[in-house]
């Protein structure tokens, strides 16, 4: 892998959005190409760094039987893992922003072996919230810098590099709830820790990453630091901060629904319909991997088409979907999760490269912000729908949901980037 990536080619250069891509760090390069052979690494590693974290919720059927918890302690454990996720990355991505840290990639995956360990081993809910909160430290710290590896290796192709580094996050993601089904649920919260081999191998590739990382900050110029107003678009401070006010909104549209799924579809469907636990978690994978393919296809396809499209569709095109599905059965629940996952889930990697276009040289900030608000969200979205079912109902929960793809209206406000 380290012969793969010192053979791919960045120069020193000057441009946002032309031929020459600036690396949003600080630096400028000259892509021939995406570095295909990073930015796979950066997905590899991101799969794993996701399939660590993506446990949590996928054991809290196992996790409420044993420690006894309503589904409001159920939403604290997701708080969290969610709140330091939320609350660290904006400040990490800022500090990387002024002094990049190739290392703390791996750093951060060693952070969430750490919580994976301690998740093991919890004999009490404390020692359970505990370990989520190191494992959403491990997230804080892997994802801005990710990104901006990501941005760096993309070759001007700046979707396409977002969405083939987040799309391993989101295997990843998919993947806990089918591993947990065949390894953790027969064999207990122990076999838990069986999962630190992914999170090693984490370590091993992102170290690699981090070499290639470090020798292009050394070969390549320094450039001056651009500030909020100064943009590539053209647009006043005023308008940029309006309008990434306008693309956080449609974050917690996208995050707040999406937590209705990842913490409580299971519950959803074996309340329902009466499926087995394993066969619930089943069925998590197959929206889980629709989130995955989402993902894929909305990079490119705002490379393409413009990325205000993909944002104006992907959100708000989920309406139909959405508000179907409380009302079908089990086939068609299942059925209606995947388009659900696949539209919704490509507008991220579009909402990203379009703010990192508003703030060129922040992709740090934007990163941490963009990240982290999006794990904030998950987290109070947890928190909130795991009260409001303990009040009213898992089946009502969903019902109430499906109208939140409707705040995708206000993407009709977000400027047309040059």
């Given at each position: 892998?380290?012969?793969?990536?010192?053979?791919?080619?960045?120069?020193?250069?000057?441009?946002?959005?032309?031929?020459?891509?600036?690396?949003?760090?600080?630096?400028?390069?000259?892509?021939?190409?995406?570095?295909?052979?990073?930015?796979?690494?950066?997905?590899?590693s991101?799969?794993?760094?996701?399939?660590?974290?993506?446990?949590l919720?996928?054991?809290?059927?196992?996790?409420?039987?044993?420690?006894?918890?309503?589904?409001?302690?159920?939403?604290?454990?997701?708080?969290?893992?969610?709140?330091?996720?939320?609350?660290?990355q904006?400040?990490?991505?800022?500090?990387?922003?002024?002094?990049?840290m190739?290392?703390?990639?791996?750093?951060?995956?060693?952070?969430?072996l750490?919580?994976?360990?301690?998740?093991?081993?919890?004999?009490?809910?404390?020692v359970?919230?505990?370990?989520a909160a190191?494992?959403?430290?491990?997230?804080?710290?892997?994802?801005?810098?990710?990104?901006?590896?990501?941005?760096?290796?993309?070759g001007?192709?700046?979707?396409?590099?977002?969405?083939?580094?987040?799309?391993?996050?989101?295997?990843?993601t998919?993947?806990?709830?089918?591993?947990?089904?065949?390894?953790?649920?027969?064999?207990?919260?122990?076999?838990?820790?069986?999962?630190?081999?992914?999170?090693?191998?984490?370590?091993?590739?992102?170290?690699?990453?981090?070499?290639?990382?470090?020798?292009?900050?050394?070969?390549?110029?320094?450039?001056?630091?651009?500030?909020?107003?100064?943009?590539?678009?053209?647009?006043?401070?005023?308008?940029?901060?309006?309008?990434?006010?306008?693309?956080?909104?449609?974050?917690?549209?996208?995050?707040?629904?999406?937590?209705?799924?990842?913490?409580?579809?299971?519950?959803?469907?074996?309340?329902?319909?009466?499926?087995?636990?394993?066969?619930?978690?089943?069925?998590?994978?197959?929206?889980?991997?629709?989130v995955a393919?989402?993902?894929l296809?909305?990079?490119?396809?705002?490379?393409?088409?413009?990325?205000k499209?993909?944002?104006?569709?992907?959100?708000?095109?989920?309406?139909?979907?959405?508000?179907?599905?409380?009302?079908?059965?089990?086939?068609?629940?299942?059925?209606?999760?995947?388009?659900?996952?696949?539209?919704?889930?490509?507008?991220?990697?579009a909402?990203?490269?379009?703010?990192?276009?508003?703030?060129?040289?922040?992709?740090?900030?934007?990163?941490?912000?963009?990240?982290?608000?999006?794990?904030?969200?998950?987290?109070?979205?947890?928190?909130?729908?795991?009260?409001?079912?303990?009040?009213?109902?898992?089946?009502?929960?969903?019902?109430?949901?499906?109208?939140?793809?409707?705040?995708?209206?206000?993407?009709?406000?977000?400027?047309?980037?040059?």
């Amino acid at each position: 892998m380290r012969a793969g990536m010192r053979a791919e080619t960045l120069e020193a250069g000057a441009v946002e959005r032309g031929s020459v891509p600036s690396g949003g760090d600080g630096t400028s390069v000259r892509a021939t190409g995406p570095a295909l052979t990073v930015l796979l690494g950066l997905s590899l590693s991101h799969l794993l760094n996701d399939l660590v974290q993506s446990l949590l919720p996928a054991i809290y059927p196992l996790l409420k039987q044993s420690f006894h918890l309503d589904f409001g302690q159920i939403g604290l454990l997701t708080l969290a893992f969610q709140a330091t996720a939320s609350l660290l990355q904006p400040a990490i991505g800022l500090s990387t922003d002024r002094n990049p840290m190739p290392f703390s990639l791996a750093a951060g995956m060693a952070v969430s072996l750490v919580g994976l360990g301690l998740l093991s081993l919890a004999p009490t809910y404390a020692v359970l919230l505990a370990a989520a909160a190191l494992i959403g430290l491990g997230s804080a710290i892997f994802h801005p810098e990710a990104s901006r590896v990501a941005r760096l290796a993309s070759g001007g192709r700046y979707g396409l590099a977002q969405s083939v580094f987040q799309v391993g996050g989101n295997a990843g993601t998919a993947l806990g709830p089918l591993l947990a089904a065949f390894v953790v649920v027969p064999h207990g919260q122990g076999s838990v820790a069986w999962f630190g081999l992914a999170a090693l191998s984490g370590i091993a590739v992102l170290s690699a990453v981090g070499r290639w990382y470090a020798g292009r900050l050394a070969a390549a110029p320094r450039t001056p630091r651009v500030t909020i107003g100064s943009d590539a678009a053209g647009l006043s401070r005023a308008r940029i901060v309006a309008t990434i006010a306008i693309l956080l909104a449609l974050i917690f549209s996208k995050f707040f629904y999406t937590a209705s799924f990842s913490s409580y579809y299971t519950f959803y469907l074996i309340h329902r319909f009466g499926v087995p636990v394993a066969q619930s978690q089943l069925y998590l994978f197959v929206f889980l991997g629709s989130v995955a393919a989402g993902t894929l296809l909305g990079g490119p396809i705002g490379d393409r088409f413009g990325r205000k499209l993909v944002i104006w569709v992907s959100i708000l095109g989920v309406l139909p979907f959405t508000l179907a599905l409380p009302h079908v059965n089990l086939f068609w629940t299942v059925a209606l999760s995947v388009p659900i996952g696949l539209i919704l889930a490509s507008a991220m990697p579009a909402i990203l490269v379009y703010a990192q276009d508003l703030l060129p040289g922040r992709v740090g900030l934007v990163g941490g912000l963009f990240f982290g608000f999006a794990f904030g969200m998950g987290g109070l979205g947890a928190a909130l729908l795991g009260e409001l079912a303990d009040r009213i109902g898992i089946e009502q929960v969903y019902a109430l949901c499906a109208y939140l793809p409707l705040i995708g209206l206000l993407a009709v406000m977000l400027p047309r980037l040059r």
